[in-house]
């Protein structure tokens, strides 16, 4: 299939203000590619983005858009899945919006099992603000904040979606395109809350203090760091340290939040 990525972007905004290399770029384009492929046009979706370098998305995908506070990206998707549920919410978050000031919100989304699809972004860090470490820091890395190396185990963010509620958890990473594009069709077709967690680089503020400085080098350490949900079974616990399992990991059907608030909605009005 071909893709025209220019039908689905605001090409005014181009070039892009991400860095040079950066995986997110690669992630914008596993969007509009997923959105191609589910037939979804730019009316049909609203893209909803929060502060970091990720809360860019929501200003070059030339969708129905909201830029948000920081870690409010849930409650904003919420309301307008309630108001418009015949719309596709699309939330792009990063690791330190969705898992520390939204984490949350990330719990009780995932709870409510609400037809929005987020997309995670974990690069490691704050990228935006100067490589600050986040929750899902690798311990003993070095960051501004962590001068000798971090000391707090790192959250895993698809055990915690799946511990909270969400009933599709997926990873994938920007090293490839044509497997990360799938994970977010499967996340758009999902009804229910669908959480996509993509491994991506920021080379500037995290790698090259953690000796990954070029992102063709990041993106190549996290393609080796990869490892199919289809073969950890039948892998040594000792091969799976320190790698990223990818795919989908977990997908079960429960009452979708959004259909069952119209259903109350009619009941009380009939009751009334």
């Known amino acids: 299939m071909s893709f025209n990525y220019e039908t689905y972007l605001r090409n005014d905004k181009m070039p892009t203000q991400w860095c040079s290399g950066c ?27 929060g502060i970091g370098c990720s809360g860019r998305m929501s200003s070059y995908i030339d969708c129905n858009t909201l830029h948000t506070p920081h870690g409010r990206t849930l409650p904003y998707a919420t309301g307008l899945k309630l108001s418009r549920p015949d719309k596709h919410v699309i939330v792009v978050s990063g690791d330190g919006d969705s898992m520390a000031i939204g984490g949350n919100h990330f719990i009780h989304t995932c709870r409510r099992n609400i037809d929005i699809t987020l997309i995670v972004a974990n690069n490691f860090t704050y990228g935006l603000t100067g490589g600050q470490f986040s929750p899902t820091t690798p311990a003993n890395s070095w960051a501004p904040t962590a001068p000798y190396g971090t000391l707090e185990p790192q959250f895993d963010i698809c055990e915690m979606a799946q ?25 758009l077709e999902h009804k229910g809350t669908s ?72 009941k009380v009005q009939h009751e009334h």
């Open 195 to 266: 959480v996509v967690e993509v491994i991506s680089n920021c080379h500037v503020n995290f790698g090259r203090r953690n000796k990954h400085p070029e992102a063709p080098e990041m993106v190549n350490w996290i393609r080796q760091c990869c490892v199919d949900q289809d073969v950890i079974e039948v892998l040594p616990l000792e091969d799976l340290e320190g790698k990223f399992v990818v795919g989908v990991l977990s997908k079960k059907e429960r009452p979708e939040y959004t259909a069952q608030w119209a259903k109350f909605v009619e």
């Open 23 to 49: 995986g997110l770029g690669n992630l914008m384009k596993a969007i509009i590619r997923a959105m191609t492929d589910c037939g979804i046009g730019n009316n049909d979706a609203s893209i909803i983005s």
């Open 163 to 187: 511990a909270s509620g969400a009933t599709f958890v997926a990873r994938s990473t920007v090293a490839n395109l044509k497997h990360l594009t799938e994970m977010i069709r499967l996340g």
